[in-house]
Antibody, heavy 115, light 112 residues
Framework: EVQVLESGGGLVQPGGFLRLSCAAS????????MSWARQAPGKGLEWVST????????YYADSVKGRFTISRDNSKNTLYLQMNSLRVEDTAVYYC????????WGQGTLVTVSS | DVVMTQSPLSLPVTLGQPASISCRSS???????????LNWFQQRPGQSPRRLIYKVSNRDSGVPDRFSGSGSGTDFTLEISRVEAEDVGIYYC?????????FGQGTRVEIK
């Protein structure tokens, strides 16, 4: 069974940083692109970033470009999202998902940016 | 960016009756490889999203056959043939043809 499990969320001050992790199991992690999406409280879904299977290709939403970095460690079956220069508007539940078509989602991890 | 526009944004339905959600894109979703990467997701209250339909009309594993997707180019539809109580939630379309990926605003399905 395909499973992805996010961790690393929490409360951080504006301008701060956080690193999210996503542990994958039940499939050959190194064969799949992986993605992050987010959902602000009471709002809709927003694509954040995608990384290719080998890590060589990365894509970002304009809203996070230059501040967030997606990466992966295929030896650990783990996806990461390094989030720097966090803003209040980055407050959201962050979801990890398999592929750029989001075929399987995690349960999400809440990131709150507030002073 | 490709803008995805859903309608209606709120859909009250009677149990056992059909429901239909429209999704329109601001440009064609036909990829250079010939496929059309239009997905539909369901988000039940308090849960993570779940993909229902991929490439316009293909149901994901475990999705009941009362859900169907159709459309082409810029105009797409998700239909529920007979709404059940477990179908309550928000439905999103998403295009995966172009970068950046973009979602529709969501359609809230509720029981009358």
């Amino acid at each position: 069974e395909v499973q992805v499990l996010e961790s690393g969320g929490g409360l951080v001050q504006p301008g701060g940083f956080l690193r999210l992790s996503c542990a994958a199991s039940g499939f050959t992690f190194s064969s799949y692109a992986m993605s992050w999406a987010r959902q602000a409280p009471g709002k809709g879904l927003e694509w954040v970033s995608t990384i290719g299977p080998g890590g060589g290709s990365t894509y970002y939403a304009d809203s996070v470009k230059g501040r967030f970095t997606i990466s992966r460690d295929n030896s650990k079956n783990t996806l990461y999202l390094q989030m720097n220069s966090l803003r209040v508007e980055d407050t959201a539940v962050y979801y990890c998902a398999r592929t750029a078509n989001f075929d399987s989602w995690g349960q999400g991890t809440l990131v709150t940016v507030s002073s | 960016d490709v803008v995805m526009t859903q309608s209606p944004l709120s859909l009250p339905v009677t149990l056992g009756q059909p429901a239909s959600i429209s999704c329109r894109s601001s440009q064609s979703l036909v990829h250079s490889d010939g496929n059309t990467y239009l997905n539909w997701f369901q988000q039940r209250p308090g849960q993570s999203p779940r993909r229902l339909i991929y490439k316009v009309s293909n149901r994901d594993s475990g999705v009941p056959d009362r859900f169907s997707g159709s459309g082409s180019g810029t105009d797409f539809t998700l239909e529920i043939s007979r709404v059940e109580a477990e179908d309550v939630g928000i439905y999103y379309c998403m295009q995966a043809t172009h970068w950046p990926r973009t979602f529709g605003q969501g359609t809230r399905v509720e029981i009358k």
